[in-house]
């Protein structure tokens, strides 16, 4: 099996040692010896954009500072060019925020220059290449569940997995929150499917514009939300349960700690088990 290597890397030092780790990594412990990397070169956006017009690619190594091109705006023309090309990032440690932001916006990954090798190289590959076959199959089933307009489970599962990977990385707490509203039971169809769609639209709302919202079943939403700065969490789930009972919505929390680090089927499990009792007994 070959894998089809694109490395965009402006500079000369690092362009050499990096070849030098992705020559090493053929055949080694940290990559299956059955796999061959197929490398190639470019020193500017334009070049990138050249080559993955005129070639089939399996991953983007892509340093965001080119001659050309720098900062988030390099990313978004490659993604534009090859949106079905995963992208791992090449920064600097100044640069940390701008990753970030574009692994939200669709990176698979990205890795520090000054700590790059071949074990940290060849992991971000094989989860990037993952990762990517995963979002193109759940794309292929519809990411959009069709009464609410929010994500499907499928695709939830993913996105959510990849945010939980990306603060473990970066040592930082994520929510989970899971979301139901209350006496569905007593409503017919239609009534239920209101209650349903407005439901998501104050999920929207409350979760913000960088948040996850998705429907994961019949009657529950999924929301995972980053810890920042200015908003902290805790804010973020006061803010929630503040809500609940003019929105008619019951919610449950579960926050990922960077020392502590639970699986995302575990934060789930955790979120839904701490849905508020009194709240499902709220009137409609």
Known sequence: MTVRVLLAESETEQTLFLRE?????????????????????????????AILRANSVDIVLLDPDLPDQQGAETFRRIQAIA??????????????????????EGAQDFLLKGEMDCGPLARAMRNALERHRLLAATRATSMTDQLTGLLTRPAFLTLAARDRLLAERLRRRIMILVAEPVGLELLGSQQRDLVLVTAAEGLRVLAGPSALVARIGPNHFGVAVFDTETEPVEEIESRFHSASRDNKVAFGAALFDPQYPLSLDGLLEQAAGNLRPQARYAAV
């Open 83 to 104: 949106p079905h090309v995963p992208v791992v990032l090449l920064v600097d440690a100044a640069s940390m925020s701008l990753a970030e932001r574009l692994v939200r």
């Open 21 to 49: 780790v992705l020559t090493e990594l053929n055949g080694s412990r940290h990559w299956s010896n059955w796999v061959h990397l197929k490398i190639s070169y470019a020193a500017t956006c334009a070049d990138t954009a």
